[in-house]
């Protein structure tokens, strides 16, 4: 089983609803979990990390929650724009190695 | 400041061949990570470096080796490349919980 999922896969919504992207993962022992965002043919960029005490953590639109109890990660993005359309991944590490654990990716389309 | 700097970004590899990524980063940080990323799998840890001098295995090692004989560089070599290395590769820098990640190099094994 794989240690973080995201679902769905792929999302479409139309320009100005909000977007709720779910990651779940199967270790509470958790360090902190990190969301990023993924463009076609480039590299991540980071968007929000919540340490392992912190509930959430914000930024602009966006907002990420985290309940290590019930392995649950939420990220959402509100009053989505075109520009928003991208992958967006989420990722843990543990204490020991400080290694990054991805899931596979919500794939994000915002129609005009 | 480039941060992270991946070459080459595009390859193409017959099977057997070896080649060498190399990653640099300018931004003096001491953890080097080296992942690939395929279809749906999100990305998955090949090797990874602690500080210069340091290398360890990941979740994918089988099939590649890496150095850092330098701090800002990390290198990853494909001794005899497969058709299942063809692959979108991603090398990444970390100083405490921030990571920097490359553009990525797009390695095609036929």
């Known amino acids: 089983k794989q240690e973080v999922t995201q679902i769905p896969a792929a999302l479409s919504v139309p320009e100005g609803e909000n977007l709720v992207l779910n990651c779940s993962f199967t270790?509470?022992?958790?360090?902190?979990l990190q969301w990023f965002r993924q463009d076609p043919g480039k590299g991540l960029t980071s968007l929000l990390l919540i340490q392992s005490s912190q509930r959430e953590q914000t930024s602009g639109r966006l907002n990420a929650s985290l309940d290590k109890s019930s392995g649950r990660s939420t990220l959402y993005i509100a009053a989505s724009q075109p520009g928003d359309s991208a992958t967006y991944l989420c990722?843990?590490?543990?204490?020991?190695?400080?290694?990054?654990?991805f899931g596979g990716g919500t794939r994000v389309l915002v129609k005009p | 400041n480039a941060g992270v700097t991946q070459t080459p970004k595009f390859r193409v590899l017959k099977t057997g061949q070896s080649m060498t990524l190399l990653c640099a980063q300018d931004m003096n940080h001491e953890y080097m990570y080296w992942y690939r990323q395929d279809p749906g799998m999100g990305l998955r840890l090949i090797h990874y470096s602690v500080g210069e001098g340091t290398t360890a295995k990941g979740e994918v090692p089988d099939g590649y080796n890496v150095s850092r004989l330098k701090k800002q560089n990390f290198l990853l070599g494909l001794e005899s490349a497969a058709p299942s290395q063809t692959s979108v590769y991603f090398c990444a820098s970390r100083i405490y919980y921030g990571y920097t990640f490359g553009s990525g190099t797009r390695l095609t094994v036929v």
């Open positions: 990722a843990h590490d543990k204490a020991a190695g400080n290694k990054l654990t």
């Open positions: 270790d509470s022992a958790i360090y902190n």
